[in-house]
C-alpha cells in the first residue's frame, strides 16, 4: 500500500481492507462534476455508492486527499481498475462545474503535476501518454472504451486540452529536474514547419506526408504538435491523420487516428497529437483520404501542409 506524502489520508473502509490488490501502471484523471472538496468527495465514496477513486482534488489550494493505497484497486475506470494480470490504474477525481466544463484551476494543474511526478518515481509510471487502453502511461477518463461502462467525455474538452498541453508537458518537465511548470518557461522548444510542394494522396492508401522533412521531430522525450493539410478534393470525402514514431529496428508506433472531412474546393485539415517518445524515435506524420463515392480512385492533392507545435529535449 503507498500512500502519498502530498495528500491528506482519508482512508475508505472496508474497501481499503478488502479490495484486491494492483500493480499501479497508469494515472488517470476525471472531473467529478460537483464542485467538491477532497473531503465531501470522500464522504460521497464511504457514504453513497461502492465506487471510489484512489485520489480526489478540491479547488482549494493543497486540497487533495488520498482514499485509497495506490496498491489496492480503486474502482473509476471500469477495465482499467484492475487487469487479469494484475496491472491496473490510479485514478484520481478533479471538482468541477455541474456540467465539467470548466478547466482545473492553477492549484488543480500544480496538485496534478506534482502527483504525476510521485506516481512516475513511485510506481515507475513512464512519462508518456498511454497509447492503447492497457499501455502503462499517463491518461484520461475518455482516452479508451475499455475505460468507462458506457461511455463517458470526462474530463472534458477543456481538461483534456489542458492535460495535453500543461499537465502532461508539466509532469514530464518536473519529473526531468525543472522546477517550472511548461507554460511558465521558454524550456518547450519551438516547432514550425512548411512544406509548398505539391503531393498526391492516393485513395485508400496511407502516405508519409513530409513537412520541410520527413522527420518532424528527433531527439525529443515530449511533443505537443498539430500537422496542417490544405488539399483540394471533392465534398464529402474523408481524410485521416496520425503520427507515427518511426524506431531505429523499423517498428513503429502509431498515434490515434484523427478524422476530418473534406468541404467543396480547398480544405484546410488540422490534425493535433501530443505524445511522449524515446530517445532514437523519429516523429512523422502520415494520412490516408477516402473519396465520397468509394470507386473514385483520383489520387487528390495537398498543396501545403504546416505543422505548428512545442516539444521538450
Ligand atoms: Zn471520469
Redesign the pocket.
Known sequence: MAWYPGATKMELQPESDRQEAIRPTQLIL??IVANWTARRTYEFWRDSTTLESHFGIGYGLRDIAQYIGTETRAD?NAGANRRPDGTGAISVETASNSTATDPWNDSQVEELIDLGVWAHEEHDIPLRICRTHDDPGFGY?SMFPQWSTSG?A??GVARIKQFREVVFPGIVARANGQTTTPEETDVPHNLSRSDDRERQLTPGKWTTVPIGNVDLLAGATAYTVTAWLNLTATRGGTVQGRFYHSRPDGSRWKSPITERITTTGGSFLDFPHAGSIDTGERVRFEAVYYPDDPADETPVPITSSRARGLYWK
Open positions: 476525471h472531473s473509476a477518463h463517458t470526462c474530463p
